[in-house]
């Protein structure tokens, strides 16, 4: 969806080893960082996960999934929201908010179908919350708006959530047959960009931490990241 303003106005690289969504951020960042900001893992470090021939995996979901990571100074995660917009699915279509914190996780939709799907599914194995305790997601119906674009950025905002990225930095297509869910192998692919300003607020209260930067200047990278044009296979 397209917006003349950007989130802050008021107020195909095909990799040659396995690596995961995430993975295309990772290149160029700092190595002591978690998540989103490690190098590279490839897929087989999660042990061969089982799964469809790449060729006979039909899509489960189509959209777009930015996500923003916060770090406090000692690199620690202080949080990660997961935005979704969901075109269509196997679990319907609609838009949805997962947010990690140390003390639990919110998930944010008007469809629990759809939400917990996507809470469990897919945000309890993303990269960025690799060795971070994930507990039962406390689904929170509310509707979510989302205003996504690669020129400008993203605001996403319900459930007393409210998130902003901004200074896109880069606009990449990235595309695999390797990325485990769980015990499953999955094929993805999107285009991924790497944005340079962030904030997030949950129920009025801006979240601690910052979002880290890396790369390189033909290569910039970011713990907030828009992304889109998403295909997940299985």
């Not at 917990?116 to 919350?129: I, N, S």
């Not at 015990?183 to 944005?195: A, F």
Request: glycine residues 10%; proline residues 8%.
């Amino acid at each position: 969806m397209r917006t003349d303003r950007t989130p802050f106005d008021s107020d195909r690289d095909r990799p040659s080893a396995p690596v995961s969504r995430r993975g295309v951020m990772r290149m160029g960042t700092a190595l002591g960082a978690m998540g989103l900001l490690a190098t590279a893992a490839p897929a087989s470090a999660a042990g061969d996960a089982p799964g469809k021939e790449p060729a006979l995996r039909k899509p489960i979901l189509v959209g777009a999934n930015p996500g923003l990571q916060l770090f406090d100074p000692s690199g620690a995660c202080t949080a990660y929201i997961s935005t979704w917009q969901v075109d269509w699915s196997t679990h319907g279509a609609g838009n949805a908010v997962v947010l990690w914190r140390p003390d639990g996780v919110r998930a944010v939709g008007e469809d629990p179908h759809l939400t917990l799907w996507l809470a469990d599914r897919f945000v309890r194995h993303f990269p960025e919350l690799e060795g971070l305790p994930w507990s039962a997601p406390r689904f929170h119906r509310s509707a979510v708006r989302i205003r996504l674009d690669l020129a400008s950025g993203l605001h996403a905002w319900g459930g007393g959530i409210d998130v902003r990225m901004a200074e896109v930095l880069d606009r990449r297509a990235f595309a695999t047959d390797r990325f485990p869910l769980g015990s499953v192998e999955h094929s993805l692919s999107l285009v991924i960009g790497p944005c340079g300003r962030a904030r997030a607020t949950v129920d009025g209260h801006t979240l601690p931490g910052e979002i880290s930067r890396g790369g390189t200047p033909d290569r910039p990278s970011s713990s907030a990241f828009v992304a889109t044009a998403e295909v997940w296979r299985a």
